[in-house]
């Protein structure tokens, strides 16, 4: 027989699920303009109006919350990035599209830009190698531009890790300093290593 | 474990004062690099600190009110350091590039012979909040201008954009970092030529930079 939609009580499993994304949602807010380290867990509780008790049901402490929080941030901004790449373009094309998705996610959700850059260099060992562990992916996607070099055995092994780190760097500042940055500047940090300087302004001007 | 520092023999040595204010302050300072590159800057206590001074915890207040500022002089004291040794290093060379790579070279057996300094230097900063980690982005931009010092002026060389010379550091530190923290932090000077490379390819052109950077290998 069915009952009434609407009156039957969600299930326990939906509820904690929703009360989670909640919490999350208002920890990297809380995250991004306390800092991590100035963080409590008080303050994430009255953020997200609701009990302490609720709160340790969901996370065992601050830094799990924050991996929680932050493990949202990347998967969404993952996606996002991801749908924005075209399928059949080559890599100059692909990386141009990827960094321009990036730059809107960091404008368009400036806490979750500051938690996913900054706060996580913060928030201890196992933030940072999660931190560290999505720089190697992008420094792997790099690499595919060796092809498009002219002088491919002129790059320095490193020049991977070194072009990653001076983005992540160079977008960290921006971010703290709440400037915006341009798709062209960004292009000159990572692609010119690999197309040179020419090929990598006429990206940045068609797009 | 932090190792254990000498200390001078407790009750009256008849050792002139400077001499153990001096002694004290010196073996604080490699106290606190030593611990702060074990456990990081939040975590360090001054418990720790002192215990490896070999030191009390009234003799550590009488020096500094709090670790941060322990820390801050620690770092302020290395950089003067570094920067006599990179200074007399590159007071030779009267080309720009090779100067920057005997500035590069000295910073690298510096932090080679003592990789806790490394971690000290590029890696606690950053993990300390962003209090720290803000004043540690100011040192890195001092060491990006203290490596442009002396640079002909154009044509010979050219002004890369702000995102490439800000980015340029993190570059290098990134770079630095991975190897100390792969363990390999005493083969720190084999990323001379990468290093050189990467930091001159913006003011020279890669193919000049290359060719500094070949001249080393």
Known sequence: MPTAVGREPLPREVLAEHQRERILEAAVEVFAARGYQGTTVDHLVAAGHIGVGSFYDQFANKEECFLAAYERVESSWRGRIASAIPADETWPRRLAAALAALLEAIEEEPPAARLALVEVQAAGARALAEHDRTLDEVAELLRQGREHSAVPEQLPATLEVATVGGLAWFLQQRIVGDEATELPEVLEVVAAPYLGEKATAELATRG | ?217
């Open chain 2, 1 to 217: 474990m932090t190792p254990r520092l000498a200390r001078l023999p407790p009750g009256r040595h008849g050792l002139p004062r400077d001499f153990v204010v001096q002694n004290q302050r010196d073996r604080l300072a490699a106290a606190m690099i030593a611990v702060v590159a074990e456990h990081g800057l939040t975590d360090a206590t001054i418990t720790q600190i002192c215990a490896a001074a070999g030191i009390s915890r009234r003799t550590f207040y009488g020096y500094f009110s709090s670790k941060e500022e322990c820390f801050a002089e620690t770092y302020a004291g290395i950089v003067r350091y570094m920067r006599a040794a990179t200074d007399a290093a590159a007071v030779e060379e009267d080309e720009w590039p090779r100067r920057v790579r005997a500035k590069l070279n000295a910073m690298l057996e510096l932090l080679a012979a003592n990789p806790d300094l490394a971690r000290f230097l590029l890696i606690a900063p950053q993990r300390a909040g962003e209090g720290v980690a803000a004043r540690y982005r100011e040192a890195m931009a001092r060491t990006v201008a203290y490596l442009c010092e002396g640079m002909p002026p154009p044509p010979a060389t050219r002004a890369p954009s702000d995102a490439v010379a800000s980015s340029l550091i993190g570059g290098m530190v990134a770079i630095v970092v991975r190897k100390v923290n792969a363990g390999e932090g005493d083969d720190l000077p084999r990323l001379l030529p990468d290093l050189l490379e990467l930091f001159l390819t913006p003011y020279l052109g890669r193919s000049e930079a290359i060719r500094f950077g070949a001249a080393y290998l």
